[in-house]
């Protein structure tokens, strides 16, 4: 398991699940290793983790499915930078079968005693080619007040998005919450949702040939505050208007209460 030093467990082990016996080279070699890292940083400093591809389960040689339960202290030596209070990431690669390439994640965090900027980043999911292919990308947002003094949360990619959905290395399909900040009043809390293109099922044509997809998080949260995100990101041969079927809980969108 792929542990930066400045990792401190926090009340209860942290619950990985093994790897599946029988899980093919061929499988993993359609995945970047590690398929998460979660980096913070503040006026404090600045620590780090990864989650390696051999803390994962594998699902019929094509799906790679990973769950945090119980927090992390992201340390800098003695001083705790960040907390994550849970995580979950999915991974599909296309084939024949699936018919799709899927990079579902979810995530809880809590800002140290400063204002802290994350960036949480999924592995490629690649070794595939998906000609003229169309995508959607879905995603809630979840701010909270942790310190009775109001919160702020402030996207950081290039267009002021807290998302970014990634393909081919570098192209941008599109970031989701980009009209921030966003912002609570003492105790307060708020959130939203999202999708492009609108609709349940809707695709939209991207003009490329895609063969690799990766989903990442950055933005800002004010000081012991809370942010949580659930995001997908799914990509699928032409025609752009096909519904995606038999997808089930891997690609829905985890709607908070």
Sequence with gaps: MNRIAQLRRRSGAIALVATLAGAVSVAQADF???ILTFNAS?????GSFSVSLADAQFNNGEIVVWNLAGGIDIMDGATSIATVAAAQLTLQTFTAASQQ???ALSF???AGAVDTEFTITSSLVDA???NNASARATGTYS?????LNGSTLTGLHAGGGLYNAVYNGGTSFTELFDTGPYVTGVSGSTGGAQD???????FSPTGDDISAIQAQWHFMLSARDLAGGTSNFIVIPAPSGIALLAVGGLAAVRRRR
């Design 128 to 130: 595939f080619l998906i």
């Design 196 to 202: 492009v293109p609108l609709g349940a099922g809707n």
């Design 101 to 103: 390439a899927l990079v």
């Design 32 to 34: 970047g290793d590690p």
């Design 108 to 110: 809880d965090v809590t």
């Design 42 to 46: 503040n006026a404090q400093g600045s």
């Design 143 to 147: 701010l909270s007040d942790g310190n």
